[in-house]
């Protein structure tokens, strides 16, 4: 069955902070993906790779980098936390039709 | 522009009580449309694929169809275990576009 692992459900973090979250998958798919879902405005794409040591901008990259160092490993970088970063956070990855998700990470920035 | 629509945004049912949700999606070069089941503080699950219209898929109490135009997703004699957040996503390219979903709940 797949699996896509989400390394922590709740971060709390401080504003300037660098922050990591980690996503393993175990299905050798080429997509990874993170999003970001907040209430009323659903899941929005911040980044993409389709391959190692590639990436591509999402929708909103801003404020956010990743890091693809093995096909099985995506990371989300927030490189100076910001409060406007509290958010649930989704990694997916697809082979060759759904996105399958992990459980999400609750990340919080005060 | 390519958007992707759900209705009603909220959905109160009596257990057995059935009903349907429906995803609107004016897109162009549509590759397929999935459905997705979210609890709360959960990554959404997936539920089925769509490719073409006429196309259905039945998972135990859910049905799911697809026209040129929208899909539905049948709940038929709903159980509270049904009470979730359902969201449709579709495929056009290699890009994904979500609507910001259904949230069910069904009363004992």
């Known amino acids: 069955d797949v699996k896509v692992t989400q390394s922590s459900r709740y971060l709390v973090k401080r504003t300037g902070e660098k922050v990591f979250l980690e996503c393993v998958q175990d299905?050798?798919?080429?997509?990874m993906f993170w999003y970001r879902q907040d209430p009323g405005l659903g899941l929005r794409l911040i980044y993409f790779s389709y391959d190692v040591k590639m990436k591509e901008k999402g929708d909103i990259p801003e404020g956010y980098s990743v890091s693809r160092e093995k096909k099985e490993r995506f990371s989300l970088i927030l490189e100076s936390a910001s409060t406007n970063q509290t958010s649930m956070y989704l990694c997916?990855?697809?082979?060759?039709?759904?996105?399958?998700f992990g459980n999400g990470t609750r990340l919080t920035v005060t | 522009e390519d958007q992707v629509t759900q209705s009603p945004e909220a959905l109160r049912l009596q257990e057995g009580e059935s009903s349907s949700l429906n995803c609107s999606y004016t897109v162009s070069g549509l590759r397929g449309l999935f459905w997705y089941r979210q609890d709360p503080g959960k990554g959404p699950e997936f539920l089925f694929t769509l490719y073409s219209a006429g196309e259905e898929k039945e998972k135990e109490r859910l049905k799911a169809t697809l026209t040129k135009k929208e899909s539905f997703l049948h709940i038929t004699a709903p159980k509270p275990e049904d009470s979730a957040t359902y969201l449709c996503?579709?495929?056009?390219?290699?890009?994904?576009?979500f609507g910001t979903g259904t949230s069910l709940t069904v009363i004992p």
């Open positions: 997916a990855a697809r082979g060759d039709s759904p996105l399958h």
């Open positions: 299905m050798d798919h080429e997509n």
């Open positions: 996503a579709v495929i056009t390219g290699n890009q994904f576009y």
